[in-house]
């Protein structure tokens, strides 16, 4: 059925060669079919095989003229921050992952940056390498006479060997792959773990570098806080020569140390005062109460003569009991016991003058003291004042001393952090070589491409030849 039909179309087509639209001619065209393209093919089979054949052997022939491209791969963790191994490092880890984002493109913009790709070249000796040599363009004999200096070189290089590179992240991961396509495979290898290490070693090189400017920043700073904090600290020492306000053993001023030991004087003389006030009223007593003492004054020559006095009033109580009071042992005895009475009385009223004399050295021991403790209060006086001023001096030097050993510990440490690799780049898995070229294709491929661009091609040919001659015919027969 689908054949009938075209074939009733086909001879509809052939009456009607042209139509006339509104009484106005146009130009004479032919219908064309599915089964007449199929016809105009399969007329020139011959054509398309040998076009497919020719394409065939084109692409084949291609793929072994172009210059073929071995890609090797590397990859490498390339972490936000660095390994933390002092525990006031230069760096702060930054937790926001836009910034972690932006530092790791930045560390992977440097895979391609000159400083890498400069060292890439001079430590593997390419400058002159056939692989990145330029070739003579044809017609061109410029090359022959104007050599290109060594920067001009070096900077086409560069250019050259960035284009190679292809530097990309995984999504989600700190891993980087890098890639470099060469014309052999050891070669592509080869660049790959060069501009790995290279990359890393510039990642520690250049992190060194900032710490270096950092540690001689701060070295630079030492001189002047160094010359600030022994200005400070010179006049405070002078500040408190000027002033008497010299330190004693236990650090504080001289001035504070007598007033301390003054006082420590006064509560001694008061003591005394108090106790020879004390003794004096009980000499006192003693005397107003002569007969009833009870011990109160103590004497050696007092009890002696106290001692004798009651031996003697035995005596006389005995006599009296034998003889009369004027038999001449009793008068005696009498005449004795007055005398030791006199006595006691002589004896106790030295030891009142004596308690009387203790109590007047006090007295005036205690107000040397007094005079001796005001005067002091006004030399102490006199010194707080210039104490507060001196304090002042003091935190101001304390403070130029602390900020002085606060820098000089951070520059001994930043120049410590110096010498230290404390970035954690690293190559998870090395480059080898290539078995296959990325570029160009495989010849069954090759082959294959080319085929079916010569069976278009060819196909396209026949099908607009097979049109015109229908095109001629149908103008022949309208005409």
Not at 427 to 445: E, F, M
């Amino acid at each position: 059925m689908y054949t009938a039909a075209d074939n009733s179309r086909t001879q509809r087509t052939d009456a009607v060669p042209y139509r006339v639209v509104s009484g106005t001619g146009s130009m004479p065209g032919a219908a064309i079919s599915a089964m007449q393209v199929a016809g105009w093919l399969l007329r020139g089979w011959r054509w398309i095989v040998a076009a497919v054949l020719a394409g065939a052997i084109a692409g084949v022939g291609i793929t072994q003229l172009m210059t073929p491209k071995f890609t090797a791969i590397t990859e490498l963790t390339i972490p936000p921050t660095n390994l933390v191994v002092t525990p006031n490092d230069l760096y702060t880890a930054n937790f926001q992952s836009d910034s972690q984002i932006l530092d790791i493109e930045s560390k992977m913009r440097t895979i391609t940056s000159g400083n890498v790709l400069r060292r890439v070249i001079d430590k593997l000796g390419l400058i002159g390498d056939p692989e990145f040599a330029d070739k003579p363009r044809l017609l061109d004999l410029g090359w022959l006479f104007d050599r290109p200096s060594a920067a001009a070189q070096r900077n086409a290089l560069m250019s050259a060997l960035a284009k190679r590179i292809t530097v990309t992240r995984q999504e989600r991961s700190y891993v980087v792959t890098l890639s470099v396509w060469a014309s052999e495979p050891a070669i592509s290898a080869r660049l790959a773990n060069a501009i790995a290490e290279t990359f890393r070693e510039e990642i520690v090189r250049a992190d060194a570098e900032r710490a270096g400017r950092a540690a001689q920043g701060l070295a630079a700073r030492l001189g002047e806080l160094k010359a600030a904090a022994t200005e400070a600290a010179d006049r405070t020492e002078e500040f408190r020569r000027a002033n008497g306000l010299q330190q004693g053993p236990s650090g504080q001023p001289l001035s504070s140390e007598a007033m301390e030991r003054m006082n420590g004087k006064l509560t001694d003389a008061r003591a005394r005062l108090a106790e020879a006030e004390a003794r004096y009223n009980e000499v006192s007593r003693a005397v107003s109460l002569y007969g009833v003492q009870g011990g109160a004054v103590q004497s050696q020559t007092l009890s002696g003569l106290l001692a004798d006095e009651a031996a003697l009033r035995r005596q006389i109580a005995t006599l009296s009991q034998t003889l009369g009071p004027r038999h001449p042992a009793m008068l005696n005895a009498m005449a004795e016991s007055e005398a030791l009475g006199k006595a006691i009385k002589a004896e106790t009223e030295r030891l009142r003058r004596a308690a009387r004399l203790d109590v007047d050295q006090a007295r005036v021991a205690l107000d040397t003291l007094n005079q001796e403790t005001r005067a002091l209060r006004g030399s102490v006086s006199v010194d707080d004042q210039a104490q507060v001023k001196l304090r002042e001096l003091e935190r101001e030097a304390g403070a130029r001393t602390a900020l002085y050993q606060t820098v000089l510990k951070r520059a001994g440490e930043a120049a410590e952090r110096q010498q230290i690799d404390a970035t954690d780049v690293r190559v998870i898995s090395p480059a080898v070589a290539p078995l296959r070229a990325t570029w160009p294709p495989r010849p069954l491929i090759a082959a294959a491409a080319g085929a079916l661009l010569g069976l278009l091609l060819c196909a396209g040919f026949l099908a607009g030849a097979g049109y015109l001659g229908a095109l001629r015919l149908a103008r022949s027969k309208a005409a």
